[in-house]
Structure formats: structure tokens, C-alpha cells
């Protein structure tokens, strides 16, 4: 079980953002790659039999763009996307799951001012009652000095 000091900290919850930005980075990459893995090049050339009669004949012609040794390439490109993919989703479950543990308030203050980036003082107001700026801040403060 993750201890309160051991995962949240500012630190961790920035990392927390890149990491589902980097998630959605890594996605679109393997988009890309496995679009130009499946990149065929087709055309029509024209030829005749090699014997006699010579008549003339249409051929069409399909492949991959690119060469067999690039395949070797793509396929560890795909790994390490792969890797990186599933090294972000572990930092980005850690801290959901840490953050499913902590009082709805402070999960609201870290939604509203790390995940979205809020003002202080934004964050305040939405949390309503007689917050400040300072009062939350510091709330969250303690909460992160608790051990």
C-alpha cells in the first residue's frame, strides 16, 4: 500500500500530468507507426510476354514503401513506445489510486489547482464557504507534511 509521504508530493503530481500527456503523446506515435507500417505503394506498369507473340500487358504492382531491414526497426520502435507508454500509465495509476485514499476535499484542491491548474484563489472560491486563498493553500500544506 502507497504511504501518503512516499507518493504525493508537489513533485509527483506534476509528474502525474506529464505523464497523461506523454500517454497521449506515445498513443499518437503509435498511431503514426502503425500507419506506416501498413503504407502500401501500388501502381500500374505495362509489359509484354517474353516470348513470341509480344503482346502488351498491364500489371499491377503493390508493397510496403519501405525495406525489409526497416522492419526490424519499426518493430523496435513499437517496443519502446510500448515501454514508455506502460512506464507513464504506471506513474498515472499510482497516483489515481493514492488519490482515490485521500478526504474529497483535498482531492478536489489537487483536481482543481495541479490537474487544472487553477489560481489559489480560484480554487477558493470554488470550494465556497468561508475559504481563502491562503486558508487553502495551507490546508493542503498540512495535508502534505501528514504522515
Not at 507507426?33 to 516470348?51: A, E, F, W
Not at 498491364?58 to 510496403?64: M, V, Y
Not at 477558493?124 to 481563502?132: E, F, N, P, V
Amino acid at each position: 500500500m502507497l504511504r501518503r509521504r512516499d507518493i504525493v508530493d508537489k513533485k509527483m503530481l506534476m509528474e502525474y500530468i506529464d505523464a497523461c500527456e506523454l500517454i497521449k503523446e506515445t498513443e499518437m506515435d503509435i498511431k503514426r507507426l502503425n500507419k506506416k507500417k501498413k503504407t502500401i505503394y501500388q501502381t500500374n506498369v505495362k509489359g509484354s510476354n517474353p516470348d513470341f507473340p509480344y503482346e502488351a500487358k498491364h500489371f499491377h504492382i503493390a508493397g510496403a514503401i519501405f525495406a525489409a531491414g526497416d522492419d526490424s526497426q519499426l518493430r523496435c520502435e513499437e517496443r519502446i513506445l510500448a515501454e514508455r507508454k506502460a512506464s507513464a500509465e504506471k506513474i498515472r495509476n499510482q497516483v489515481e489510486e493514492f488519490i482515490n485514499t485521500v478526504p474529497v476535499r483535498i482531492q478536489r484542491i489537487i483536481r482543481m489547482k495541479y490537474f487544472e491548474g487553477k489560481s489559489w484563489e480560484i480554487v477558493a472560491t470554488h470550494l465556497g464557504r468561508t475559504a481563502t486563498a491562503n486558508s487553502v493553500r495551507k490546508e493542503f500544506e498540512r495535508f502534505l507534511k501528514e504522515k
